[in-house]
């Protein structure tokens, strides 16, 4: 697994003159988009966490990038106008901790490259091509085993031809060590290019790396050096990578359902992995990794842990329920929708001693009522949900776990479908244990159920009897923390997409998916009320991740009709969930974008036309 990239991007692209004075390369726009913020993205789809880019000429732009994509990091080549790229690769080399992608910075390319590279099974791989007739380029020579020996302009010079250097490699850090001892040995290699160091330290030259060329006959891709070049690159070569990577494409299905959610194409490919035995390190610290990363984004991982479980969210509520409440301890469960019942349900199955505090599914909990409750009942564990999706009421968990605690209460929290989709922080929330899945807003595949668990809590059930087995919360943990394992098959291929969908989460920022949830929150809003169409919660206090619309008074109203003229557009839609009230229920959870809702809308409204409603 590639986790980490290099961009050299020191360069001065003085081959542009005056259009490159005051901008690097890379921010040339090919269609509209930076051709370095188009490999970064092309680097994050494919499972990269971290992105280094050397700068150097006009370093502030690759700053100002960085500030929007939090995965990015700078570091300046001081020395740029005297070095070349091998110097700006030298000042990244540090960050590097294992396999790593190294690109030049004034690239476009079809992403298919970096699968090639990250699916060779040899550690460093240079990419190449057949001939683009660019009218600059750069040829590699090889011996027979293919290892390269020189990378040079001069084609008539070459005994063995490699094909033309890409300018995208796939190098470990071995390489880049052996690397860095030979431009460093020697004052006089300041000036080489990064590409004239790796022919250097290849064993084919007597250094100690194994370094190979992998062609790929007729790539898409082109270096931007000068104005011509930039022409051919618009005109012949981006129209080929936007065709070839458009049949990647996945069709596109807008779940407007609460969970599972719609993903992205990087995050389903992330799931077309090789097949791993998930007892192995590797697999080991692929678990580990996602289950600090889910604990970051709520708490602090020294104080909180995540316990992890192949199942889906109830599953998740389930082991939470059943393992959090002491032997003789009792449980209070806040009902106030149908995933409050369910935890009652739950308790109930596995004859826990407990009481239910019943409150209006569509208004807010009385609080007063709540602590009275609370005071009056010697219990030890308070259960609630964060956000009742049946009806989209968000709980004011910030009063009512803080007022639990004051009275010695451990509290317990479906937060499925809160958990990812707006900033919390458990500890200053006052919450112990937090339940939540893969999907929903987190936006990865459904299958992996995880609860968030304060370790000083988490630690006192260690002697506890187990309620049940698959599903204990404590067992889970201190096998894991033993073997780097689960207990029991973990749903190896969802992990992989949860990881990609973590690494996407850390990207948009959750502060940055909230805003994007209330925009088409919003949208929806104002469409269902210009159709006059009422919602069962008030907009205060509700979530903005779903909204649960009052059903058209028309005698015609037909949900199903409603649902399939939704589906021939493209848009899957929800019934209510509700004993009494008839509702229909719009979710915007997942990879949904504002205009997609915007599109959603006209539907809607042409459904409630055909009925009379508008
Ligand atoms: C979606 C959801 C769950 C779990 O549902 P699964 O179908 O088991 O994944 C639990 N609680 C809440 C509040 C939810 O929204």
């Known amino acids: 697994m590639i986790r980490q990239a290099i961009i050299a991007a020191g360069g001065m692209g003085t081959r542009f003159g005056e259009f490159t004075k005051e901008m690097p390369k890379g921010f040339i726009e090919i269609d509209g988009i930076a051709m370095v913020e188009r490999s970064v993205r092309k680097l994050i789809a494919n499972g990269v966490e971290e992105i280094i880019i ?13 500030k929007r994509y939090p995965c990015i990091r700078t570091v300046r ?7 070349s790229s091998m110097g700006t690769v030298a000042v990244c080399a540090p960050y590097i901790k294992g396999d790593f992608f190294l690109l030049e910075s004034d690239l476009i390319y079809d992403a298919v490259g970096l699968k090639v590279l990250a699916n060779d099974p040899r550690s460093n791989v240079i990419l190449a091509s057949g001939p683009t007739h660019s009218e600059d380029e750069v040829y590699l020579e090889c011996n027979g085993d293919k290892i390269i020996t020189r990378s040079t302009k001069d084609k008539a010079s070459v005994k063995q031809h490699a094909g033309e250097l890409v300018g995208i490699s796939k190098l470990s850090k071995a390489c880049l060590d052996e690397m860095m001892a030979f431009y460093t040995a020697d004052a006089s290699r300041i000036k080489m290019d990064y590409e004239n160091v790796l022919a250097s330290v290849s064993s084919a030259n007597g250094g100690h790396s194994d370094i ?7 790539y898409a891709w082109a270096e931007v050096d000068n104005k011509a070049m930039l022409d051919r690159a618009i005109t012949q070569i ?5 065709e070839n990577e458009s049949l990647w494409n996945v069709r596109r299905e807008v779940l407007l359902n609460p969970g599972p959610s719609t993903t992205t194409d990087s995050v389903k490919y992330a799931q077309v992995c090789a097949d791993i035995c998930p007892r192995e390190l590797e697999f080991g610290n692929l678990m580990e990794w996602c289950g600090i990363e889910l604990t970051r984004f709520v708490a602090d991982p020294s104080k909180y842990t995540t316990v992890m479980f192949g199942g889906s969210g109830t599953a998740a509520d389930e082991a939470m329920v059943s393992s959090c409440v002491p032997p003789d301890g009792k449980l209070l469960v806040v009902d106030n929708g149908s995933y409050g019942a369910r935890m009652a349900k739950i308790a109930s199955v596995y004859h826990i001693n407990m009481d239910v505090f019943k409150s ?7 609080i007063n009522a709540l602590e009275n409750q609370i005071k009056s009942g010697h219990y030890t564990t308070l259960a609630i949900v964060y956000h009742e999706t049946t009806t989209g009421l968000l709980n004011p968990l910030e009063i009512i776990c803080p007022m639990a605690k004051k009275y010695g209460l451990v509290t317990i929290c479906d937060a499925v479908s809160a958990y990812g989709g707006m900033p919390m922080d458990l500890e200053a929330l006052g919450i112990d244990f937090a339940s939540s899945t893969s999907n929903k807003h987190l936006q990865g595949m459904a299958g992996i159920g995880f609860i968030v668990c304060k370790n000083e809590e988490l630690l006192k059930q260690k002697d506890w009897p187990m309620r049940n087995y698959y599903l204990n919360i404590y067992d889970q943990y201190q096998y894991f923390l033993k073997t780097k394992q689960t207990r029991f098959t973990p749903p190896v291929q969802t992990f992989y997409a949860l990881r990609q969908a973590i690494i996407e989460t850390k990207q948009e920022t959750i502060e940055k998916r909230f805003e994007r949830y209330t925009s088409c929150w919003k949208i929806l809003v104002d469409g269902i009320t210009q159709m006059g169409l009422d919602m069962l919660v008030k907009a205060e206090h509700q979530s903005h991740f779903i909204t649960a619309i009052l059903i058209p008074k028309s005698p015609q109203y037909d949900f199903n009709q409603m649902h399939d003229l939704a589906r021939s557009h493209g848009f899957t839609i929800y019934p209510g969930k509700l004993g009494n009230i008839n509702t229909f229920r719009i979710a915007n959870m997942g990879d949904i974008r504002p205009e997609e809702m915007a599109r959603f809308i006209p539907v809607l409204r042409d459904y409630m036309h055909s009925i009379g409603q508008c």
């Open 360 to 366: 209006s599914p569509y208004e807010p909990i009385d």
């Open 212 to 218: 190979f060329v992998r062609k790929i006959e007729y």
């Open 54 to 66: 050397g700068t150097g000429h006009c370093f502030a732009w690759y700053d100002e990038l960085a």
């Open 238 to 242: 981006w129209p080929r990578i936007a």
């Open 77 to 83: 080549n001081d020395n740029y106008a005297n070095t």
